[in-house]
């Protein structure tokens, strides 16, 4: 069965205090990784695409990394604008069509002035 | 481009009762997908719909049923409303091929 988990579940930082956060996966066959903020009572904002590990992807201040086994989530001199919550979501299988988006419970960015 | 728009925004039902939730993809998407996310959980997939038919469904029971109409457009049914089934409700958009999902704003329902 394909799984994601995110950690931490919380993340308090202050302005200007990078960190970092970690989606661990296992599935069958990764088609993609994605990375994606939600703001309270809003859908997923779509970030990031990863596809391979070595892979690396930037935008602003954050930039998203893939292992094979695990994806990161930088994210450099934050602002309180960043704070969210931060899904990972893996899909899986090689068949043509989309296979469905297994999501983890995310990440709670609160970034403090 | 408008991208993924949802309706109604919130919702209030009482148990028993049955729902419709609408979503219309991004401009050029023909593959529709409905999440449902309970709160402090991420999206759970309910099912697919491309070429107007149900292509995958995840682990949700039948009272929960969709429909893709030709302009790719799409309806999520829920009947006999439990308690349980208070959620944010997502439909996210795609072109078939391309892995990019796109989400909409969702659907607050709340079931009392």
């Known amino acids: 069965e394909d799984q994601v988990t995110q950690s931490p579940e919380a993340l308090r930082l202050q302005e200007g205090e990078s960190s970092s956060l970690n989606c661990s996966y296992t599935v069958s066959g990764l088609r993609g990784l994605f990375w994606y903020r939600q703001d309270p009572g809003k859908g997923p904002e779509f970030l990031f695409t990863?596809?391979?590990a070595g892979e690396e992807k930037e935008k602003e201040r954050l930039k998203a990394t893939l292992t094979k086994k695990e994806s990161f989530l930088h994210i450099t001199a934050p602002k309180p604008e960043d704070s969210a919550t931060y899904l990972c979501a893996v899909q899986a299988g090689w068949d043509s069509g989309n296979t469905p988006l297994v999501f983890g419970k995310g990440t709670r960015l609160s970034v403090i002035a | 481009d408008a991208g993924v728009t949802q309706s109604p925004t919130h919702l209030i039902k009482t148990r028993g009762q049955q729902v419709t939730l609408r979503c219309s993809p991004k401009s050029g998407h023909d593959t529709v997908s409905w999440y449902q996310q309970a709160l402090g959980q991420g999206p759970q997939f309910i099912f697919q719909?491309?070429?107007?038919?149900?292509?995958q469904r995840g682990n949700f029971p039948d009272r929960f049923s969709g429909h893709q109409f030709p302009n790719y457009s799409s309806e999520l049914n829920v009947n006999a409303l439990l308690l349980g089934d208070s959620a944010l409700y997502l439909c996210?958009?795609?072109?078939?091929?391309?892995?990019?999902?796109?989400f909409g704003q969702g659907t607050r329902l709340t079931v009392v």
């Open positions: 990863l596809y391979s």
């Open positions: 996210a958009s795609s072109l078939d091929e391309n892995t990019e999902a796109f």
């Open positions: 719909y491309y070429e107007e038919e149900e292509r």
